[in-house]
């Protein structure tokens, strides 16, 4: 009787064990209209990223929960195991990398552009304002414009209404609703392409969650719903796998 | 909450305000009032708990705890409060989840720290991964609460502990003279008058505590600030209630907010001083006295 006390007890435990690991803490922004956002209707997260996160959860067996997290400390979190991925729109970069570790592309790379108050200003020796730590703030360094850093998108925005920067550089999916709404807002120059995609990051020891979810990627490639799901957000002309 | 809120681009002004100000996320804004205020209701005794210990240690006629008192009040009171908010959630953090995972996972043989990765065991976990959104949300205010008290209650111990020595002297003779223990006095004659000298000093700190909670944004907690920045932020059509870049009335709220609060707290303050200052041989005290008589 002791015995069986005891297998049931210990048979009680794994189970919970088993369940405790099957949730997967998914980590994003929510402030990137639109991969991810918060929801006037719901007060919760919602975006591109949510949508393309559920579908992987669902096909992976996995039971995922969002958790919206500041930009600045999101790959910190990560590594500290606060949450287990990051879906926040982050494209796979080899200096995030070296940090992390990304699953297979689940966006290909889109473009990136640049916006000031006139469709005339001089990308060269401007100053160009950009979200820190993203792959857009790395580009303005490197094409030699002076770099203001802000901690979110929306005060990249306002720096360009308020003559801080003259210009700033972003996605263009999450620009195009600003310059299309707001007369003042004009995109300048070309659209510069960045980065290889987005990618959920993940810690460079969890294998066996990246191998789940590399192949829930693969069966959403192969039957057509994520590029069903990237027309929904980004529209006909963003690239499609 | 209203049922014609279902297409909010169709209202006229007022019933898209009205649905604007009644959204599930405009009521998570206003639910974080109320974060704030519990915070301010739980650090404030902790810090004065916390306070008292340390100045009591620093009185101490024991080495070793006299320097336990006066180390913890002029470390923390040197070392930058950033520096210790970010600090303390984050090594409390981990060390708990490293003392768990050595009782709970004895068995593991993988490292803890693989790299920039700190990885523990699923039971290890605090709070577990499969517990709900508010436990988390709650143990993050913890952390908080925690980083909150450990500094404020150092300068709580300092103001504390000027309060304690600035009760007469004669008063702690003629309770020696009586017969009464150090430990008797101390509780029956010094604590009690010691307040009256501490209450400005605390009610100062409580002001800076005031100020102070925008820092729970940084700890990841969700408080008016974050939830200010958020909302006021420029919306385009992506959202169901798009409006132009609205910061500056969402911190216009807050600054309101603020000052009332600190407004409130000083009027308590003052009717306290009044209270603890009957029968008291300061000057306040006096006054009274006089007053009383005349």
Sequence with gaps: MKH????????????TGVLAQDVVRMGTEGAYPPYNYIDDATGEVAGFDIDVGNELCKRAELNCEWVATDWDSIIPNLVSGNYDTIMAGMSITPERDVVIDFTQNYLLPEPSAFVGLSDDVEIDGAVIAAQTGTIQAAHVTEIGATLVEFPTPDDTISAIKNGEADALLADKSFLAPFVNEDPDLYFVGDDVMLGDGLGIGLRESDGDLKAKLNAAIESMKADGSLNTMIVKWFGESSPTF | MFEYCVDPSV?????????YLTS????????SFGTVLALLAVTAPCALLLGFLGAMASRSHFPPLT????????????????IFFLFIPIAVDQGLEWLRHHWR?????????????????????????????????LYGITLAVLAFAVVFGAFAANVLYGAMNSVPKAQLETAEAYGMTPRQSFWRILVPQMWVYALPGLSN?????????????LLGVKDIVFWAREMGGAKTSTFSYPHPDWRLYYFLVLLVFYLLLTSLSERLFRRGMVKLSHGQATMAGEQQRKAHAA
């Design chain 1, 4 to 15: 069986l006390l005891f297998a049931t007890t210990a048979l009680a435990l794994s189970a």
């Design chain 2, 11 to 19: 209202l006229s002004d007022s019933r898209w305000m009205m649905c």
């Design chain 2, 24 to 31: 599930p996320k405009q009521l998570a804004f206003y639910t």
């Design chain 2, 67 to 82: 320097i336990v008192g006066r180390g913890y009040t002029s470390m923390v009171r040197g070392i930058p409060d950033i």
């Design chain 2, 105 to 137: 996972c004895p068995d593991w043989t993988e490292p803890i720290r693989r790299g920039s990765d700190f990885v523990v065991c699923a039971d290890a976990k605090l709070p577990l991964s499969s517990a709900s959104t508010w436990i988390h949300d």
């Design chain 2, 205 to 217: 700190l409580w002001q800076v505590l005031i100020k102070a909670t925008p820092l729970l944004f």
